[in-house]
């Protein structure tokens, strides 16, 4: 909202308020989330100051809405009063102190009440930890409700999909479908790999027409012709003008794509192998920062990465032919192949050192096109159940027809 309002964005001229609000969620969250050492929380750190400006805020929203419901009670009784008094009738007015009982709550009663209290008891405690008990500092994530019982009906509810009652046969098939997914996906710490065991019991390689293997060298290779014919192209510049370039602008949020260029080149530093002059350039310092940068500057508490300009400018090809790829071709299970068709006629300039530069620049962009892939058909499988609710039609509960002569 910052960066869209100094930008210009009309809409959220004067967002100061909700932009607080959203600060003041932020840090609380963070607040009572710490569960590491790094971000605990102590006498002296700003995540206690966190609690008390939530809550002071809290309040005074709480005050400032129940002087408009008030006010608005004032004005509907004085009106009822003179409405009556018109038909000639001696109506009774409410009092004052009746008008001012009624509450106004930003949530509901039990919610608004149960979070003032958890949050005062939750700094109490933190107080009385460090100060009585000798802490050094607390992780606040503790103090959450562990009810592994609670899970386990949370979990059986979540897999209903859109029905969080299941009846008692459905729970009952959901619970032996949780009984074998460790076969499938084995809990965490364990001395097996996925799959080890479901293996003894289904080959499912046999169920495929091309396995996995096969699919990743055919993405290999695809991405070895796209930097092959990008090193090709520099000799025929114009080939680059059919490129749209206004509508990369229209369609990509510049700023988040920076912002994920910089978890991209995180990312990439296992693919350097050690290599300096490829990790020099993935990044830049912060003082070489530009506008595009403004998000990370942001978010950033000293330790987000600043992507290069190249990797940038590599991840926006990428990004526009999946966008146009998606808009003009339905999902399916080559969606990914079909982006690589469309990337054969663009240039890619590669990242690195002379040594290392086809290699890194082509795990960029597989690890790149695979994490897209997945948020495409997340927020595909997303607009598919939010359309499947929308057409539902519910039964009709019809009466008991007598059909006998």
């Not at 999902?331 to 086809?358: A, W």
């Amino acid at each position: 909202m910052e960066i869209y309002r100094d930008v210009g964005y009309a809409k959220l001229h004067g967002c100061e308020g909700s932009v607080k609000m959203c600060r003041l969620i932020n840090n609380l969250a963070d607040t009572m989330n710490s569960n590491r050492p790094q971000n605990s929380v102590n006498l002296q750190s700003p995540q206690l100051q966190a609690i008390d400006d939530f809550l002071e805020y809290f309040i005074a929203l709480k005050a400032w809405a129940n002087k408009k419901l008030h006010a608005k009670l004032e004005l509907a009784e004085k009106s009822r009063v003179e409405n009556l008094r018109a038909q000639g009738k001696k109506p009774k007015g409410k009092s004052k102190a009746v008008l001012e009982a009624q509450e106004d709550y930003i949530f509901s009663d039990s919610t608004d009440i149960g979070l003032i209290v958890s949050l005062k008891a939750a700094k109490e405690l933190i107080v009385f930890l460090i100060t009585k008990c000798n802490h050094k500092y607390v992780m606040t994530a503790r103090f959450n409700q562990e009810d592994a019982l609670e899970r386990f009906f949370g979990l059986v509810r979540q897999s209903c999909g859109g029905n969080t009652h299941p009846e008692p046969r459905v729970f009952a098939q959901l619970f032996r479908l949780l009984s074998i997914y460790s076969l499938v996906k084995p809990v965490r710490g364990s001395n097996i790999t996925g799959g080890q065991m479901v293996t003894t019991l289904l080959n499912l390689e046999d169920l495929n027409t091309k396995t996995k293997e096969e699919r990743k060298d055919a993405l290999s290779k695809k991405i070895d012709e796209i930097i092959s014919n990008g090193e090709n192209l520099e000799d025929i510049p114009e080939l680059m003008e059919h490129v749209d370039h206004n509508y990369i602008g229209e369609t990509i949020d510049e700023f988040a794509l920076a912002y994920v260029g910089g978890y991209v080149a995180r990312h990439a530093k296992k693919y350097c192998h050690g290599c300096d002059d490829c990790l020099k350039s993935l990044r830049k310092t912060e003082g070489e920062a530009t506008d595009v940068d403004m998000f990370i500057k942001l978010k950033s508490k000293g330790y987000l990465t600043y992507p290069s300009d190249t990797l940038i400018h590599l991840l926006h090809q990428l990004e526009q032919k999946i966008v146009s790829t998606s808009l003009n071709n339905e999902l399916e299970g080559n969606i990914l192949f079909v982006v690589l068709e469309k990337l054969q006629n663009i240039k890619v300039e590669c990242i690195g050192c002379d040594l290392h530069k086809t290699e890194l620049t082509k795990s960029i962009m597989k690890f790149f096109l695979i994490t897209r892939m997945h948020f495409l058909t997340k927020r595909w499988n997303e607009r598919t159940k939010e359309a499947k609710k929308a057409y539902s039609v519910t039964p009709l509960c019809l009466p008991h027809l007598n059909l006998t002569r």
